[in-house]
């Protein structure tokens, strides 16, 4: 059974960049499609974008010319970049998988909570 | 970009009572659209896919139905531990959710 975990900074300075990964275990990173998904405390979930294993990307528009999403095959992970963070960032991440089969997250990460702060 | 709207915001039932919660696309999304379960602390629980096809392991009183801009999540009748939030999400036009509904114990 394929699980996911998300790691990296709980504290983020406003204006630096936010940097996550998602480790995949149980199961092979390749022929699949990887998303980030995000919400602020008491809030919805937001999509951020997904990744296919070959490196191929779609990102949410409202969110598109600050992030970043890329994949390391060999490290079965792929890993989140947020640039230029302001308070509003800041909420729980999720990694999620989204099979075709499905077009729906089907296997969530436990989520990581990043605060941005001056 | 297409926009859920989901309602009720909240729905009070008790335990045994049917829920009938509704998510409604701004523009058609087809089939492609899925429910999750949410509770406090907890990641989002895929319940539906494909509008109402159940995911591995959701019990039968879970069940969805619906097309291009109308759907329907519906729990024949409550546990005490399907009271959570209820979201529903579309990929038929990049990727979006609903706002949430939330079913609490009256």
């Known amino acids: 059974q394929v699980q996911l975990q998300e790691s990296g900074p709980g504290l983020v300075k406003t204006s630096e960049t936010l940097s996550l990964t998602c480790t995949v275990s149980g199961g092979s990173i390749s022929n699949h499609y990887w998303s980030w998904i995000r919400q602020p405390p008491g809030k919805g979930l937001e999509w951020i974008g997904y990744i296919y294993y070959s490196g191929s990307t779609k990102y949410n528009p409202s969110l598109k010319s600050r992030v970043t999403i890329s994949v390391d095959t060999s490290k079965n992970q792929f890993s989140l970049k947020l640039r230029s963070v302001t308070p509003a960032d800041t909420a729980v991440y999720y990694c999620?998988?989204?099979?075709?089969?499905?077009?729906?997250?089907?296997?969530w990460g436990q989520g990581t909570m990043v605060t941005v702060s001056s | 970009e297409i926009v859920l709207t989901q309602s009720p915001a909240t729905l009070s039932l008790s335990p045994g009572e049917r829920a009938t919660l509704s998510c409604r696309a701004s523009?058609?999304?087809?089939?492609?659209l899925a429910w999750y379960q949410q509770k406090p602390g907890q990641a989002p629980r895929l319940l539906i896919y494909?509008?109402?096809n159940r995911a591995t392991g959701i019990p039968a009183r879970f069940s969805g139905s619906g097309s291009g801009t109308d759907f329907t999540l519906t729990v024949s009748s409550l546990e005490p531990e399907d009271f959570a939030v209820y979201y529903c999400q579309q990929r038929s036009n990049w990727l979006s959710f609903g706002g949430g509904t939330k079913v609490e114990i009256k």
């Open positions: 999620a998988t989204l099979p075709t089969t499905k077009d729906a997250f089907d296997i």
């Open positions: 523009q058609s999304v087809s089939v492609y």
């Open positions: 494909h509008a109402s």
